[in-house]
């Protein structure tokens, strides 16, 4: 069985400083890795996915993620955030040739951006 | 450009009223899945719908049935709510749910008193 642990539950920074929210995944077979964000009153959004290859994965706004097969860890980063990245980001884990019905999410990480 | 529309968006029951959660996507997805979101817990699966025709039980399936009425639509009731039932309920679709990662609608708030 797969779990997914989201270090942290909230991340408070200033604008234009670096995040860095930690993911570490538990599984005793390879996984796909996911990062999405949910703003406010809105559905989760796709941010980026790690399937294979590179581990250094870009996404959109700016965000990018490197998956640490030695450390199962999945960290989303952002050298310079903005107020609008204000959200919540959940890191997700699928097995493949699983159909996607044994997707793990993790608790979610608040992100909140100061002024 | 609608992606997947979930209705309604905010809902009030009362424990023991029954009630039908809507969902369709227009992206010609294969896989559709129910989630409900509480606080701290993530987002916990219900039901899905691996192809048309076909649905299973997720992690918590327990007071929820499923229709997947066609391709396009996938649809949650509850056939008697209780207050536990009090959540933020989501509609995602996939491709195939391998790599693809989901789509999500924009939610379903329900609070049963």
């Known amino acids: 069985a797969q779990s997914v642990t989201q270090l942290d539950s909230q991340v408070p920074v200033f604008e234009e400083a670096p995040v860095e929210l930690r993911c570490n995944y538990s599984s005793s077979v390879s996984v796909y890795l996911f990062w999405y964000v949910q703003y406010p009153n809105q559905g989760l959004q796709l941010l980026l996915k790690?399937?294979?290859?590179?581990?250094l994965v870009k996404g959109i706004n700016g965000f990018e993620a490197e998956f640490n097969k030695s450390q199962t860890s999945f960290h989303l980063r952002k050298p310079s955030v903005h107020i609008s990245d204000t959200a919540e980001y959940f890191c997700?884990?699928?097995?493949?040739?699983?159909?996607?019905?044994?997707?793990?999410f993790g608790a979610g990480t608040r992100l909140f951006v100061k002024a | 450009n609608a992606g997947v529309t979930q209705t309604p968006k905010f809902q009030v029951l009362k424990t023991g009223q029954s009630m039908t959660l809507q969902c369709a996507q227009d992206?010609?997805?294969?896989?559709m899945y129910w989630y409900r979101q509480d606080p701290g817990m993530g987002l916990r699966l219900i039901y899905y719908s691996a192809s048309e025709g076909t649905t299973d039980k997720g992690e918590v399936p327990n007071g929820y049935n499923v229709s997947r009425l066609n391709k396009r639509e996938f649809s949650l009731r509850l056939e008697s709510a209780a207050p536990s039932q009090t959540s933020v309920y989501f509609c995602?679709?996939?491709?195939?749910?391998?790599?693809?990662?989901?789509?999500f609608g924009s939610g379903t708030r329900l609070t049963v008193v």
């Open positions: 995602a679709s996939s491709l195939t749910g391998q790599g693809d990662g989901y789509t």
């Open positions: 997700a884990v699928t097995p493949p040739n699983t159909g996607g019905f044994k997707t793990i």
């Open positions: 790690y399937l294979s290859g590179s581990t």
């Open positions: 992206m010609n997805h294969n896989s």
